[in-house]
C-alpha cells in the first residue's frame, strides 16, 4: 500500500520557540492532506485540511496563526507550530487520501514542550 | 454532520477469548465505514473498511458487518492473541469520500495469555 511519512518522529522544543513537522506522500500525489491531534489516551481530532496550491482549512477552535501549514507540492505538506507552549505538546499526525475509499496516515510525531 | 460513537474500554481478556467492540454511527447517506488500529508506539493502520451496506469488512481474523438497519458496525474477532492488544478505533467520512475522517474515542483491548 501507499505510504506516507513523517518527519521527525519525536521533537522536544523550548517554550516559545517554532517547530515544523513534515508530511510526505512517498509513492503518490496527494491536492489534499490532513493534519490531526491525538492527545494521551484520546482520539483523534482532524485540525485543518491542507490543500495543494491554497490555503488551508481550519476547523472551528483551532488557532490559523499558530498552526501554519503549507502545502508546498503534491507531495509534501507542512505543519509549523509557532510559539508552541506546554499545552501544545501533543501527538500530531497526517494522513492523505488516495482514492474514494483508501486514507493512509503518518507514523505521527510526539512534540514535547518544554 | 456525521458522527461515531464506540464502546469504550478498557476492555481486558484471556488469549482465544471472544471479542466485540461495538460501533454505531450517524450519517448521511451510507459512507464507507473504517476500523483502524493503533499498536503501542505506532501509527494507525486500517484494520477492515467495508464500502456499502451489508459488506462485510475482514483481515487478520476481525470483521465488522455494515449495517444499515441497526447504523451498526461492531469489530469482532473469535479468538484474539496478546498481540491484538492495541487500540481500536472505528471511523466514517466527515462528508463524502476522500475527505477527513471522524474518529470514535478508541477502545484499549488487552489480551493476557
Known amino acids: 500500500g501507499a505510504v506516507v511519512s513523517q518527519h521527525p518522529s519525536w521533537v522536544i522544543c523550548k517554550s516559545g520557540t517554532s517547530v515544523k513537522i513534515e508530511c510526505r506522500s512517498l509513492?503518490?500525489?496527494?491536492?489534499?492532506m490532513f493534519w490531526y491531534r491525538q492527545f494521551p489516551k484520546q482520539s483523534l481530532m482532524l485540525m485543518a485540511t491542507?490543500?495543494?496550491?491554497?490555503?488551508?482549512?481550519?476547523e472551528q477552535g483551532v488557532e490559523k496563526d499558530k498552526f501554519l501549514i503549507n502545502h508546498a507540492s503534491l507531495t509534501l505538506s507542512t505543519l509549523t507550530v509557532t510559539s508552541a507552549h506546554p499545552e501544545d505538546s501533543s501527538f500530531y499526525i497526517c494522513?492523505?487520501?488516495?482514492?474514494?475509499?483508501?486514507?493512509?496516515f503518518g507514523p505521527g510525531t510526539r512534540l514535547t514542550v518544554t | 454532520g456525521n458522527s461515531v460513537t464506540q464502546m469504550e474500554g478498557p476492555v481486558t481478556l484471556s488469549e482465544e477469548a471472544f471479542l466485540t467492540i461495538n460501533c454505531t454511527y450517524t450519517?448521511?447517506?451510507?459512507?464507507?465505514l473504517f476500523w483502524y488500529v493503533q499498536y503501542p508506539g505506532e501509527g494507525l493502520q486500517l484494520l477492515l473498511k467495508a464500502t456499502k451496506a451489508d459488506d462485510k469488512g475482514s483481515n487478520k481474523g476481525f470483521e465488522a458487518t455494515y449495517r444499515k438497519e441497526t447504523t451498526s458496525f461492531h469489530l469482532e474477532k473469535g479468538s484474539v492473541q496478546v498481540s491484538d492488544s492495541a487500540v481500536y478505533f472505528c471511523a466514517l467520512p466527515t462528508q463524502q469520500a476522500g475527505t477527513a475522517l471522524i474518529f470514535g474515542k478508541g477502545t484499549t483491548l488487552s489480551v493476557s495469555s
Open positions: 494522513s492523505a487520501p488516495e482514492g474514494p475509499y483508501e486514507q493512509y
Open positions: 450519517a448521511t447517506g451510507y459512507p464507507s
Open positions: 509513492d503518490f500525489q496527494a491536492t489534499t
Open positions: 491542507s490543500n495543494e496550491g491554497s490555503k488551508a482549512t481550519y
